[in-house]
T-cell receptor, first 114, second 115 residues
């Protein structure tokens, strides 16, 4: 069974640009969560999608957005990039939403903002 | 709110040494507790978990016991190998209420095992 896949694995952008990251969950999983990992702040929750609906959102500005498609694949978008957005963005999928559902993580997309 | 505190690294051990990485938490109610491991260039892998007090999670020689009285979930391994070199994250997830939709992570502890 294929794991969570994220594309691209590496990305370099400049300030002010926007970026879209993609996540394909494990087959059959309907919930996708996104986390940002930085050396200073550690791992922080961005948002969760379930059945194409955003269920929860972390404490990030509106420049960070996402969506989920009918096949459960998810994208996240960051507009007007800032240097501080440089991070590893991790996607995690689970069968359903809710605390009893184990989250499986992808390898992440490393975003560098110059 | 919910929070996880784990010992600062890096931790450097010789092969076959005993490992302890301390983790304490603050949460309302009784959360599920997790240890994740991140190898260089990879995402997070679930190492072990415990869902209620006194539960012991174990995997690949690693163990951690859910201690409600001390709000702790310390990770231990009796004999580490070079292949255990990685960053270890302690995390919690409440069963319900605020924060139950997300994992709350500690800052991570980098372990280096030397031959």
């Amino acid at each position: 069974k294929a794991g969570v896949t994220q594309t691209p694995r590496y990305l370099i952008k400049t300030r002010g640009q926007q970026v879209t990251l993609s996540c394909s969950p494990i087959s059959g999983h309907r919930s996708v969560s996104w986390y940002q990992q930085t050396p200073g702040q550690g791992l922080q929750f961005l948002f969760e999608y379930f059945s194409e609906t955003q269920r929860n959102k972390g404490n990030f500005p509106g420049r960070f957005s996402g969506r989920q498609f009918s096949n459960s694949r998810s994208e996240m978008n960051v507009s007007t990039l800032e240097l501080g957005d440089s991070a590893l963005y991790l996607c995690a999928s689970s069968l359903y939403s809710g605390s009893h559902n184990e989250q499986f993580f992808g390898p992440g997309t490393r975003l560098t903002v110059l | 709110g919910n929070s996880v505190t784990q010992m600062e690294g890096p931790v450097t051990l010789s092969e076959e040494a005993f490992l302890t990485i301390n983790c304490t938490y603050t949460a309302t109610g009784y959360p599920s507790l997790f240890w994740y491991v991140q190898y260089p260039g990879e995402g997070l892998q679930l190492l072990l978990k415990a869902t209620k007090a006194d539960d012991k999670g174990s995997n690949k020689g690693f163990e951690a016991t859910y201690r409600k009285e001390t709000t702790s979930f310390h990770l231990e391994k009796g004999s580490v190998q070079v292949s255990d070199s990685a960053v270890y994250f302690c995390a919690l997830r409440p069963l319900s209420g605020a924060g139950s939709y997300q994992l709350t992570f500690g800052k991570g502890t980098k372990l280096s095992v030397i031959p």
